[in-house]
């Protein structure tokens, strides 16, 4: 009876054991799972912060870009502009003697200073000014300040044609120049045109 009964409980026993050995295999499974699961939460941690990571370098980047951009440059100075050099008083001669040749009354009162538009307007004035340098030749000028004289050479004869700056430019002094060689009268320039005549006739 024994024995029976050892056969009949044999097979329990051995259905216990096969019971709890899956339990114990069924909690141990649950208790690693979560083990399981942990690693790749913390293996992600560092991954993310791997992402991030290049965000926080980029940084240095741009503050290199933006040290990197280039400088304004200070405005440069401008130097003033030369002022414009004024033709010699031997060159407006030359101009005053071809307007006298060509009778170009209102080319000399443009190369003439300002106060010697009444000194030509004197009798007899602007007639002696042609007849006494329509073949002149302009020579070497003397400066002195504001004024000049040049020497006019009409055939074995030379004058002395003065030029004062005015506007910024030399102009021929018809004033100091009448001063020195005034204009005969319409009157005795007449005269002496008629006297010439007369000879010419007696002869």
């Known amino acids: 009876m024994n024995t029976t009964i050892a056969r009949f409980a044999a097979p329990a026993s051995i259905s216990r054991l096969m019971w709890a050995g899956a339990l114990a295999f069924g909690l141990g499974s649950c208790t690693e799972k979560p083990a399981e699961e942990a690693k790749p939460t913390e293996e992600a941690k560092p991954a993310e912060e791997g992402q991030k990571a290049p965000e926080v370098a980029a940084k240095p980047g741009e503050e290199g870009q ?5 400088a304004v440059a200070a405005p440069v100075a401008v130097a003033p502009a030369p002022e414009p050099q004024i033709p010699p008083p031997a060159d407006v001669c030359s101009e005053l003697i071809m307007a006298l040749k060509a009778k170009d009354e209102v ?9 010697s538009a009444a000194a030509l307007s004197m009798e007899g ?11 002149g030749m302009c020579g070497a000028a003397k400066v002195d300040g504001d004024m000049a004289v040049v020497m ?52």
């Open 66 to 70: 933006k040290a990197a951009a280039p």
């Open 107 to 115: 080319k000399v009162l443009s190369l003439s200073t300002p106060a």
């Open 125 to 135: 004035a602007k007639a002696r000014l042609m007849q006494a340098l329509h073949e």
């Open 152 to 203: 006019v050479q009409v055939g074995s004869a030379s004058q002395d044609l003065p030029f004062a700056k005015a506007d910024n430019a030399w102009r021929f002094d018809a004033p100091t120049y009448f001063s020195k060689y005034p204009p005969a009268p319409a009157a005795k320039a007449a005269h002496k045109a008629k006297a010439a005549h007369g000879k010419k006739h007696k002869k």
